[in-house]
């Protein structure tokens, strides 16, 4: 399991040094995530991508429990209440709680794909001046050496928190 640490940077500079000490640190690139205002990073460097960057995943998440517990409901009121004339059998519940876990999930996904990622919200105001933040998805088991050897060599950088979880998705 792994967990995101987050590492505000003061610029692309400590940014650039900060990722080839990592590589060297044996965490691999795919693992790195640089979020700064647009256009500042160089092209070499592995920015943020979508998902990281708005709340689309905790949207579909919240939407297809949303979404499932609303087409169990459903699936419970036409079972008890059946539409006259139609025999209807368990298998009603079960399409009407995934149909509406699929719908909600969707529809919150899309919702959600157009608000920036809420926990990178403490974080907005030192990107518009600037700075980079720099989110690094270690085990469990590395969260204190990263922490250590950031710590030690770049004492410019304020640490930004773990994650409690990481989504498997992205």
Not at 69 to 88: D, H
Not at 129 to 140: S, T
Request: glycine residues 8%.
């Amino acid at each position: 399991m792994k967990r995101r640490l987050y590492f505000l940077l003061p610029d692309v500079a400590s940014a650039r040094a900060m990722l080839d000490e990592l590589l060297l640190a044996r965490i691999e690139e795919r693992c790195l995530h640089f979020h700064a205002k647009e256009g500042t990073l160089p092209r070499d460097m592995p920015e943020a991508n979508f998902f990281q960057k708005t709340d689309l995943i905790h949207g579909a998440e919240v939407g297809m429990v949303i979404g499932a517990f609303s087409g169990l409901l459903a699936g419970s009121l036409i079972l008890i209440f059946p539409p006259e004339g139609i025999e209807l059998r368990t298998v009603a519940l079960l399409v009407a709680t995934i149909g509406g876990a699929i719908f909600g999930s969707w529809a919150s996904g899309m919702a959600a794909a157009a608000i920036p990622n809420s926990r990178l919200k403490q974080f907005s105001d030192d990107i518009e001046r600037g700075q980079v933040l720099l989110m690094v998805d270690v085990p469990y088991h590395r969260i204190a050496q990263v922490e250590d050897m950031i710590a030690k060599r770049h004492p410019e950088v304020r640490f930004g928190g773990v994650e409690p979880h990481i989504p498997a998705f992205p």
